[in-house]
């Protein structure tokens, strides 16, 4: 039974920094891939971040480039997504999320997810 269980969120201001954690369980990773998604109210969830649990491959939405990055510690087996020059319209519940093999932006094509951690940006 894959368990993902994101934490880290909270309220940041403008311009700040964050870094949320996703604590995997159930099975080996290593042939996984992870990915970071966000949901705003009113919205679609969105694709932020993938990489792959093996490493060596990463994509990010165009919206979080150079701001975003993703990583994992396979010691812990967890994900994690470092956030930083936050800006408002980052604010969203951002989920956790896995597949077999390779990354993908579409969240139909992610088999697992975490319940979700709140990330508020203030302006």
């Known amino acids: 039974q894959v368990q993902l269980v994101e934490y880290g969120g909270g309220l940041v201001q403008a311009g700040g920094s964050l870094r949320l954690s996703c604590a995997a369980s159930?099975?080996?990773?290593?042939?996984?891939?992870m990915g970071w998604f966000r949901q705003a109210p009113g919205k679609e969830r969105e694709f932020v971040a993938a990489?792959?649990?093996?490493?060596?491959?990463?994509d990010y939405a165009d919206s979080v480039k150079g701001r975003f990055t993703i990583s994992r510690d396979n010691a812990k087996n967890t994900v994690y997504l470092q956030m930083t020059s936050l800006k408002p319209e980052d604010t969203a519940v951002y989920y956790c999320?896995?597949?077999?093999?390779?990354?993908?932006?579409?969240?139909?094509?992610?088999?697992?997810w975490g319940q979700g951690t709140q990330v508020t940006v203030s302006s």
């Open positions: 999320a896995s597949k077999w093999k390779t990354i993908a932006v579409k969240r139909e094509e992610y088999d697992y």
């Open positions: 159930g099975r080996t990773f290593s042939s996984f891939a």
């Open positions: 990489m792959r649990w093996s490493g060596g491959i990463t």
